[in-house]
């Protein structure tokens, strides 16, 4: 198998992420956005969308989408669960990832689509749209605060694929212009100590 990747962006982020804390290492090939590389005709092949990662299966056919890349390696790698072990534990763990990924992840996009120069020529840019989606970004991170806690991860004592798309999230915010605003200080503390970790590290 192949991923096809540029780990700096949010999504190949968060699928190394958890890589990493699984312990499972694939052959990486970096698609360059910057020069839209996966826009060229031959990465099309691989994912019409354009999208990063792209993961290539020994059978020559791919999985496009993060989430369903994370959720195939977990079905082939059970131990080490990052997902819950229970039916209760899953359900809890995708709901809290998916607050990371609407929530946050989203709307940090939204605000960088709408206020980056980079994006200038190529969207119609909406003050407002960058403001609404500041507004929303406070909301799901004050909840995922609150749900934090005092834990060392957010679900609890071990990583979860919640803590990934979240890391990916807020590390993307630092580079979009919407940083962690500290006085979330139960996330201010989870974040500072998950980058110390060897999965998260550049």
């Not at 982020?13 to 031959?42: C, F, M, Q, W």
């Not at 819950?84 to 990832?97: D, F, M, Q, S, Y």
């Not at 607050?99 to 003050?127: C, D, H, M, Y």
């Amino acid at each position: 198998m192949r991923l096809y990747t540029y780990s700096i962006a949010p999504n190949p982020r968060r699928v190394h992420v958890y890589l990493a804390e699984k312990g499972i290492e694939l052959t990486l090939e970096t698609v360059d956005i910057a020069t839209a590389a996966n826009r060229s005709p031959e990465f099309l092949k691989k994912n019409p969308l354009g999208g990063l990662p792209v993961l290539e299966l020994d059978d020559g056919s791919h999985l496009t989408e993060s989430l369903a890349i994370i959720e195939y390696f977990e079905e082939l790698h059970p131990e080490k669960p990052m997902i819950g072990r229970t039916p209760l534990e899953r359900a809890r763990t995708r709901e809290v990832e998916r607050i990371a990924e609407i929530g946050v992840l989203s709307q940090v996009g939204t605000i960088f689509q709408n206020t980056s120069p980079l994006f200038a020529g190529r969207v119609k840019q909406s003050a407002d749209a960058a403001q609404n989606a500041r507004a929303r970004l406070a909301n799901s991170l004050t909840v995922l605060d609150h749900k934090i806690g005092d834990k060392p991860f957010v679900l609890g004592g071990e990583p979860t694929i919640a803590d990934c798309t979240l890391f990916a999230a807020l590390r993307f915010g630092e580079f979009a212009g919407a940083p962690l605003d500290p006085g979330f200080r139960k996330l201010a503390r989870w974040y500072t100590a998950f980058a110390q970790r060897p999965s998260a590290r550049d």
